[in-house]
């Protein structure tokens, strides 16, 4: 129970998960603290819950990434109790158990749910979290709004599967133009919106809307597409 939990003993199955030959193999690689096995940023948040939970009873629940021999990590659902050592002292036993295939599994459904299946990017559902939250910060926001002109066209000249790409190159080519922290998104269809947080001048964001154009037109021309397709771009931004 002492600053980054003092380790006594681990079992054989659990130096078996975390890939470690031996329990001083693995005291060693932790400098005997249960702490250093924890992911350095999931560490703040474990000291956080278990003193919050133990506070409130002598059992607790808690998922975390764990280390392994070779540095990679692996998620853990850590259940234990408070007990007391053979010396006397407060100390916490715990099963491990390895939630890693979960983890990864949750995690690649909630991404299919909240990203455009054909773009990548995300999809309607995936940006209204960011929208709700922006509108509820009074920090400035804007949205980019971009919508294909006659895409119809493309399908019917050229096939759907022409269409497909066309779609995937304006996506591709948002997502450089912004930054990382701006929301791309396919609202669906041909409409795309990308949401900005912060203040950008009108005439930078005139000037990257043309150089987007320039580069739609160009990569069609180049692939012999009728030149009819163009897009309508709009910008709101808050005061």
């Not at 400098?31 to 278990?50: F, K």
């Amino acid at each position: 129970m002492e600053e980054g939990f003092p380790l006594y003993v681990a079992n054989e199955r659990l130096l078996n998960m975390a890939e470690y030959e031996s329990y001083e193999d693995f005291e060693d690689d932790i400098q005997g603290l249960v702490i250093n096995s924890i992911h350095p940023d999931d560490r703040a948040y474990v000291n956080a819950e278990m003193a919050e939970i133990l506070a409130q009873g002598d059992q607790y629940e808690i998922e975390y990434r764990m280390k392994k021999k070779d540095g990679s990590y692996f998620w853990v659902h850590d259940i234990g109790r408070r007990t007391v050592a053979a010396d006397g002292r407060d100390a916490i036993i715990s099963v491990l158990i390895d939630v890693s295939q979960q983890v990864h599994t949750k995690a690649r459904l909630e991404y299919a749910a909240l990203s455009d299946p054909l773009t990548g990017i995300l999809n309607r559902k995936g940006v209204q979290s960011r929208i709700a939250e922006a509108m509820a910060n009074p920090s400035s926001y804007l949205f980019f709004m971009l919508d294909l002109d006659n895409f119809k066209q493309i399908n019917d000249l050229y096939g759907h599967k022409q269409g497909d790409e066309v779609l995937c190159f304006v996506a591709r080519h948002l997502t450089e133009s912004f930054r990382k922290t701006d929301a791309v998104c396919r609202l669906g269809g041909d409409e795309f919106l990308i949401l900005y947080l912060g203040n950008w001048a009108l005439t930078e964001l005139t000037a990257r809307s043309q150089t987007f154009l320039r580069k739609m037109e160009e990569q069609f021309r180049s692939r012999s597409i009728h030149p009819s397709l163009t897009a309508s771009i709009g910008i709101a931004q808050t005061d």
